[in-house]
């Protein structure tokens, strides 16, 4: 029998649980596109080499999404998560205004 004290506890834990698996944050997650309305407010481009540096001054040949800090992808991958644009995959070559170098 659960008591209100069990069902207080694992309500929490089901919504986590529920809400991890809807929320699409690896492989499978699709691409970003660079229109999107907070890839363009960021200057999201999937190759770092257009990055518009007159607009964004803080961009310096070098940085790319593969070395950025919020990069989640591993070594080598082509694109993986980005913790700026959850659900989405960046593009390891691409590049946005949010870019932390890597530690
Ligand atoms: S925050 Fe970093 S990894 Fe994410 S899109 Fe911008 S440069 Fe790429």
């Excluded at 529920?18 to 309305?37: E, I, N």
């Excluded at 001054?57 to 591993?74: D, L, R, S, T, V």
């Amino acid at each position: 029998m659960t008591s209100r004290r069990d069902f207080i506890r694992i309500v929490p834990l089901a919504g986590a649980a529920l809400l991890a698996s809807r929320t699409s944050f690896g492989a499978d997650a699709p691409k970003l596109d660079p229109k999107d309305p907070q890839a363009v407010a960021l200057g999201y481009v999937a190759d770092a080499t257009k990055a518009d540096k007159a607009k964004f001054a803080n961009y310096a040949a070098g940085h790319e999404c593969a070395n950025c800090h919020q990069f989640q992808g591993k070594a080598g991958d082509a694109f993986g998560p980005c913790l700026i644009f959850g659900g989405k995959q960046v593009s390891s070559h691409g590049w946005c205004s949010a870019w932390v170098k890597k530690a």
